[in-house]
């Protein structure tokens, strides 16, 4: 069985030479090994393959983490702590109980719903 990410899916990767790039996952074929992927590089558009494990959390996760732990700035003391805690459980487990609304499946107003709803449709994987 494939853990392949779905068509489309874009993250970061540092390359071996210590720079790194945006990456979007494209169709791999059936003779690449099933923890493998097919990426097109941002910039050259170059395709190269990659293992799975090297992707980590999409982009998107990645981007969403990242402004809570800007938000928790604008906070002080538990407030900020809070944030903090759950920019980390965003990257750790995002595709589990949202740790913001702390349900299975998102509330409506929850501000990460559109992000665990992708996870839900098979938009978004976690990469183990």
């Known amino acids: 069985m494939s853990i392949r990410p779905p068509i489309g899916t874009r993250y970061r990767i540092t390359w071996s030479g210590g720079t790194s790039s945006g990456v979007t996952v494209v169709p791999t074929g ?27 959390n999409p982009e998107t996760v990645t981007v969403v983490a990242a402004t809570l732990r800007t938000a928790a700035e604008w906070f002080s003391g538990d407030d900020r702590d809070t944030m903090r805690e759950v920019a980390d459980q965003t990257e750790r487990a995002w595709d589990d109980i949202c740790p913001v609304c702390e349900e299975v499946d998102c509330d409506d107003d929850c501000p990460l719903e559109d992000l665990r709803a992708a996870v839900a449709r098979g938009e978004l994987r976690r990469e183990s």
């Open 30 to 56: 059936k003779s690449v090994p099933a923890t493998e992927v097919n990426v097109m590089r941002d910039g050259d558009g170059g395709t190269v393959t990659v293992n799975v494990d090297r992707l980590g």
